[in-house]
């Protein structure tokens, strides 16, 4: 399964950006999905992740009440809604699928986006 991330921007401290996901080459309803982000200097980091129903998310604490992970099947198409953003969300922002379930790890995901830039000003 190929993946493209969108929708990322320069926003400022306090604002809503939505991602999206677009899956192509194979149905992404039989894997669980996941967003990650990655900010200049750091490692990877895990961000949300949905099972292949829907029926379970899992984010970080960081993002808990201010982002929304879910997903459209029928669309091939997963979603990040980020609202509440704080500076320290700025990152370059990853989607990705698993065949092995939900988790925060990123060897459990085996399929990568390209990313999309958010950036967050104060």
């Known amino acids: 399964v190929q993946l493209q991330a969108s929708g990322g921007g320069l926003v400022q401290a306090g604002g809503s950006l939505r991602l999206s996901c677009a899956a192509s080459?194979?149905?992404?309803?039989?894997?669980?999905m996941g967003w990650f982000r990655q900010a200049p200097g750091k490692e990877r980091e895990f961000v949300a992740a949905i099972s292949w129903r829907g029926g379970s998310t899992y984010s970080t604490d960081s993002v808990k009440g201010r982002f929304t992970i879910s997903r459209d099947d029928a669309e091939n198409t997963v979603f990040l809604q980020m609202n509440s953003l704080k500076p320290e969300d700025t990152a370059v922002y990853y989607c990705a699928a698993s065949k092995e379930g939900l988790g925060a790890s990123t060897i459990l995901y085996s399929n990568w986006g390209q990313g999309t830039l958010v950036t967050v000003s104060s």
């Open positions: 080459g194979r149905t992404v309803s039989i894997y669980a």
